[in-house]
């Protein structure tokens, strides 16, 4: 049974720290794919930063490119909102019976776990692979049999500080892919 990895963001925009943990996790674990999951715009949050959902996921495919371990999913684009990792994991286990799904999260992520609906029912039922952050300790749940510890590169690169460059008029060239660049280079996004 093909297993997949899913990594959940917001992807605003994607960059290649996201791909870097990605690519890791297609090639170098037991995963046979991963499945860049676009989170849609949480209504209780604020949308001023946010690009809609569409440009997201177009940047994402833009970002990934030609790869056939790794893909862009909208499948919480229609599903109630706020999205629960739970409930779109009950969700592609009914609608992919003959796939095996597991986590993929950063170890800031995996240390406020606790916090998520459901929480319990999600170590239980699935792997969670686990990349490491600067300066977070995994804690006591990083011995978890369903958690398995990576060690992928890691990069000090976020969107917030991507977004902030585009707003300022600075090249964010290399930080994301080059068909993203030359994307954000000829449009709008993230300009005000
Ligand atoms: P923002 O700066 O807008 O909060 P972000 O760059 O952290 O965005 P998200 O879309 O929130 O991006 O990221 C999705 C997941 O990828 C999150 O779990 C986040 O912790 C992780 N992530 C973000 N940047 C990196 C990075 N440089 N290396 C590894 N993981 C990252």
Redesign the pocket.
């Known amino acids: 049974m093909a297993k997949i990895g899913l990594?959940?963001?917001?992807?605003?925009p994607?960059?290649?720290?996201?791909l870097?943990?990605a690519n890791f996790m297609a090639t170098q674990t037991d995963l046979d794919k991963v499945w860049l999951v676009v989170?849609p715009q949480n209504p209780l949050k604020p949308k001023k930063?946010l690009a809609r959902d569409h440009d997201r996921l177009h940047l994402v495919r833009l970002g990934i490119g030609d790869n056939p371990k790794i893909q862009a999913s909208n499948v919480e684009f229609d599903l109630p909102k706020p999205s629960y990792t739970i409930d779109t994991l009950a969700f592609l286990k009914e609608k992919y019976p003959d796939r095996e799904f597991a986590l993929i999260?950063?170890g800031?992520?995996l240390a406020s776990l606790h916090l998520w609906k459901n929480y319990e029912q999600i170590l239980e039922g699935y792997d969670i692979y686990v990349?490491k952050?600067p300066s977070v300790d995994l804690g006591d749940r990083a011995a978890h049999p369903r958690v398995h510890i990576c060690e992928?590169p890691?990069?000090?690169?976020?969107?917030?500080?991507?977004?902030e460059c585009i707003r300022q008029g600075k090249s964010v060239r290399y930080l994301v892919p080059d068909a993203v660049w030359e994307y954000l280079e000829s449009g709008t996004l993230y300009r005000q």
């Open positions: 990594f959940f963001g917001s992807f605003n994607v960059h290649i720290g996201h870097i943990i989170s930063t999260m950063g800031d992520n990349y952050r992928a890691m990069l000090d690169i976020s969107a917030t500080y991507i977004r």
